[in-house]
């Protein structure tokens, strides 16, 4: 049973970024797995290393010292079964919703078939964006943007997601919504989730786990798994259970900060 | 108190419409793009004129705006399309190839930066270079006909084609180019899909302001030697105390930088419109 390996396992991970005022300890000593289908929220202070983490599994960065794998493998170089979605939703201004979401696959192979084309446009049902295929990014709100950049990143059909702190430029409503969203097409169709945020009312809304990293040099200071019922929405956040997770979270953040 | 505050708000707000009928031809006459400057310009050629007729000016000195339309008169339609066409054609042929130059170097630079900090001081120097200073030794070393005068349109016009595009080249947001990066796409599709792409805005700002330099640079070439073109025709006319022709010669001059820079502008409005600033109310 536990001889599969977990789809993302950092060990002994430490990252020392060299900058022109001297070298920036980012993590030390990151031990953490997070297992096939899992949704694990890593919520800290800013500037603690969370998009470091993000890089790292994406093989955008090697790390300086430690191993960090994705499916028992050690990350080398960028892999083609990981998707990423960043915290604006960078669109290319002069394409459509369509372009944009066929955009990966042009962009590494030179050409987009009808066939990636049909594929696009039932991914941007799927985000809820029927009937906006021929729109640019100007005509969209901020929401359906991220939307558009998710379903770009859903694109090549990925085993993994890594999303760095997706909902932070939106509105409260609009951002509650796309959490709800985001769980709906993840519960459809499973994938390993490294979802980053600082809000903890959204990581304990959406996560099976959060991980609470410490301020720089960033380690994992507390692993909490949420069991809360799944599928989850509005009533969720009424649950006195849900209350207890972010009490607990928040004591712990502000506890360190102090 | 809910009551008091709409009565004020309604009763402030509805009389500028309604009371005030002479206010509405203003508005228009304010807001109808282009009548405003029109204006300005029409009353600035009367005052000119009557100033000219009051006061006596020599026509050397200042000659008026109806002596200027008598210069259009003095060289024939088809001298002046000569003249036109010669200037226009060193503009041209000048801009293009100072675009074809400078895209590559832009991306060059961008790419590199050991090159780009052992070209760019170079480039510097070529720019704090006056035009008009090194443009009589540029026509001794290369000889007469097209060749010196197009040489002369590239030094000035490429010098913020380069700087503007490069700038517009590093401006892609880094988040694109982690996509590139973690999609593993070859160098030349991340230029080609979203670096070039995100410096349009970029690139189109210098290709409007190196359009109205490539005419400069035509004109400066021509000062220096030339048996045509505006430049050589308002040189030509000055030193015959035509001072009207002269005139002339600079009106058609700053109608064709206006001609070029507006097809600019509208290759901009009409293949990328997305690169334009959004416009807001």
């Known amino acids: ?258 | 108190m809910t009551m008091s505050d709409t009565s004020a708000v309604s009763s402030s707000s509805a009389p500028p419409e309604a009371a005030m009928p002479g206010r509405s031809w203003s508005q228009w006459f304010v807001r109808t793009p282009g009548l405003l400057p029109a204006a300005t310009f029409v009353a600035i050629v009367l005052v000119w004129e009557a100033s000219c007729r009051l006061f006596e000016i020599p026509s050397f000195v200042l000659p008026a705006p109806s002596r200027i339309l008598g210069g259009f008169d003095a060289v024939s339609t088809s001298r002046w399309f000569e003249h036109v066409w010669a200037t226009l054609r060193v503009a041209l042929i000048g801009y293009f190839l100072s675009i074809a130059i400078s895209l590559p170097i832009a991306i060059i630079l961008a790419r590199s930066e050991i090159l780009s900090r052992a070209v760019y001081p170079i480039l510097v120097v070529v720019q704090s270079t006056p035009v008009v200073a090194i443009a009589p030794i540029i026509i001794v070393a290369l000889g007469s006909g097209d060749t010196p005068r197009i040489v002369i349109t590239c030094l000035i016009t490429f010098f913020p084609l380069v700087v503007s595009t490069t700038t517009g080249l590093m401006a892609t947001p880094p988040e694109l180019i982690e996509l590139s990066r973690s999609l593993r796409a070859p160098v030349i599709r991340e230029i080609t899909q979203i670096r070039l792409p995100f410096a349009i805005p970029y690139i189109f700002s210098a290709l409007k302001i190196s359009v109205t330099l490539a005419v400069i640079g035509a004109v400066v070439a021509e000062f220096v030697a030339a048996d045509k073109g505006l430049g050589y025709f308002i040189q030509f006319s000055t030193s015959m105390f035509q001072v009207q022709q002269a005139w002339a010669g600079l009106i058609v001059l700053v109608l064709l930088s206006l001609v070029l820079f507006q097809i600019v502008a509208a290759v901009q409005r009409i293949w990328f419109p997305w690169s334009l600033p959004t416009e807001r109310e």
């Open chain 1, 1 to 258: 049973m536990s001889t599969t390996p977990p789809a993302i396992g950092f060990s002994g991970v430490g990252q020392v970024f060299r900058t022109a005022s001297g070298a920036l300890e980012a993590l030390r000593g990151v031990d953490m797995t997070i297992g096939r289908h899992e949704f694990v929220a890593v919520l800290g202070p800013s500037g603690c290393g969370k998009s470091t983490l993000l890089r790292l599994t994406s093989g955008l960065i090697r790390p300086t010292s430690g191993t960090v794998s994705v499916f028992g493998l050690p990350v080398a170089e960028p892999r083609d079964d990981i998707g990423i979605v960043f915290q604006k939703p960078t669109l290319l201004p002069w394409a459509n919703v369509e372009d944009n979401v066929v955009f990966p696959v042009r962009h590494k192979t030179g050409r987009g078939t009808a066939e990636d084309r049909a594929n696009a446009r039932v991914i941007i049902e799927k985000v809820g964006l029927a009937g906006f295929e021929a729109r640019l990014p100007a005509e969209l709100s901020g929401g359906m943007q991220q939307r558009v950049g998710i379903a770009r990143a859903l694109f090549m059909n990925p085993d993994i997601l890594l999303m760095d702190e997706p909902f932070s430029a939106l509105d409260a409503l609009t951002r509650e919504e796309m959490g709800f969203e985001l769980l709906r097409i993840w519960e459809a169709q499973p994938k390993t989730v490294m979802f980053i945020t600082h809000s903890i009312s959204e990581a304990v809304l959406l996560a099976d786990r959060v991980l609470v990293m410490s301020e720089r040099p960033g380690h994992i200071v507390e692993n909490l798994v949420i069991d809360l019922p799944r599928p989850r929405g509005i009533e969720t956040s009424n649950q006195k259970a849900m209350h207890d997770y972010v009490g607990h979270l928040r004591g712990l953040l502000l506890k360190r900060a102090a």
